[in-house]
């Protein structure tokens, strides 16, 4: 399936009172799968009692809105910190170590506790058997986040005596023999900060500049902590399951990564984490970042499976969620959809996922056949920094382009102001699958596309045909045939005669995304 997807807030899934109306948002919102937090804390009050109702109404109200179900477990870490560990663990720091910084200890178990980890391994293996036990065979739970936006705060790594004894120990030779049998496929920045190559020593020896070092040494005892939870999980219920990433302000080397990832799974690590994790079966960006296809292109790589647990909502996450799926992700999921999508018709997300929903099987098939590209464009859209938004200038792309068939496919955002109800919106977007060597199907909102032939310039690319079709009962159905001023941009023939264009393009000017069949033919100027 395709995961039109909604994130409640950290909060409301331990209230099932909360839920209802949440439950209701998601229907209207035309969201099929539900992304909702089981709390260690409330499901482990006391050391060995568990108490299951949390998991339970959100499986029960889940199925009863038709929906599937992400249950996210909040256990040693959320957002880095420990606020959702049991009292009797935040009470214990000699059975339950701390991680420490230079100035003391921090709000934060440590990696190297073992005693941390067999306790969430055990809490959560009980929780895969009872999901197990109440979900098997109806598959209303269909993946499981571990944890929650693991890394290191407070400084650049972890100094409780158990993590300096380790960083001044030699690199594990699970993590160099791993790192030894891939080198044909490691991603660029593993082999920056392992560009000695050795196979032997330190972390600094091995890892070159000591911040280099520090990132991969945390990086890879966060991924050996997740992975043996997931395993004791997946010995209970073998499905599938993710680590979510809170990204670092810039993209690319961990030299420049930001304090708050130290560690966690950022691309920049990918390679660690799929050494210390390989039970770990998806790595995933939260993305609330301007940079949205360099950040996926980050992600859509080393074998890894492209989700986006966490993102915005409105008109930004349509286009973000049409980009996605057009690069192969198996879902989007915007986060706080109890109060993100206010408005009256439930927005933006309402209309671009249902349109997803609509033609899902069709995206899959050509998911896997390699048939499909998207795009999305914006013009002068400025995101002002949050707690959950790094700081960014101004993001202005009118203009994407890609090749498909025999053609350069231009997208530019819909250029014409149609009346002062159905204004131009700052953000467009569009999702092309290919059905044969000159025609294709295109969704998409807020864009017009024109085609330059790939022969070169003695040769004009010209629309065919441009038919409205919807998706029903498994076939197309087709409305409008699109012609004069539905595909018209212009009459100075003169002067595009000499451009190779003709002067029609494809034309997304409703107010809702909706799909188009187009044929398109060449043609010697």
Known sequence: ??????????????????????????????????????????????????????????????????????????????????????????????????????QGNLEILSTLGLETRDATARAFAALMEHIRRRDEGTYTTILVQVENEVGLNGDVRDR???????????????????????????????????????????????????????????????????????????????????????????????????????????????????????????ICPDIYRADFEQTLAGFNRAGNPLFIPEAPAELEGAADAFYAAGQGAIGYSIFGIEDRVLDHDYGPIHHAYGLLNEIAPVILEHQAAGTICSARVCRQHTVPASFKLAPRASLDQPEQSFIMGAYRWIITLNHYWRSPDWPIDNWGYCLVMQTGPEEFLVAGYGVQIRHEPLEGDGWIAALLSVDEVTYRNGSWERGRRLNGDEIITSYDHARLIGLGQTGTQVKFWEPTPRVVKIRLYRYER
Not at 1 to 14: D, I, K, P, Q, Y
């Open 1 to 102: 399936m395709l995961l039109t997807a909604g994130e409640v807030r950290n909060s409301s899934s331990s209230s099932r009172e909360w839920m209802k109306g949440v439950w209701d948002k998601c229907v209207r919102t035309n969201v099929n799968t539900v992304l909702a937090a089981v709390p260690w804390d409330l499901m482990e009050p006391v050391e060995g009692h568990y108490d299951f109702a949390v998991i339970d109404e959100l499986i029960d109200d889940a199925r009863r809105n038709g929906m599937r179900l992400v249950p996210l477990w909040f256990g040693a870490w959320k957002n880095g910190l420990s606020h959702y560990a049991p009292e009797w663990i935040k009470h214990d720091l000699k059975r339950f170590p701390r991680a420490r910084s230079v």
């Open 160 to 282: 409780h005596p158990l993590a300096e004894a380790a960083f001044a120990g030699p690199v594990p030779d699970a993590l160099l023999s791993y790192l030894i049998d891939h080198q044909e496929t490691l991603v660029p920045e593993t082999l920056e900060f392992w560009a000695g190559q050795r196979t032997s020593g330190t972390w600094p020896e091995v890892f070159g500049n000591e911040q280099s070092a520090e990132h991969v040494f945390m990086a890879w005892h966060y991924a050996r902590f997740l992975d043996y939870v997931a395993t004791a999980g997946k010995a209970a219920y073998d499905i599938p399951m993710f680590a979510n990433a809170s990204l670092p302000s810039v993209l690319g080397s961990p030299r420049k990564a930001g304090p708050s990832a130290i560690g966690g799974p950022i691309a920049a690590v990918i390679d660690i984490w799929k050494a210390g994790a390989p039970s770990i079966d998806m």
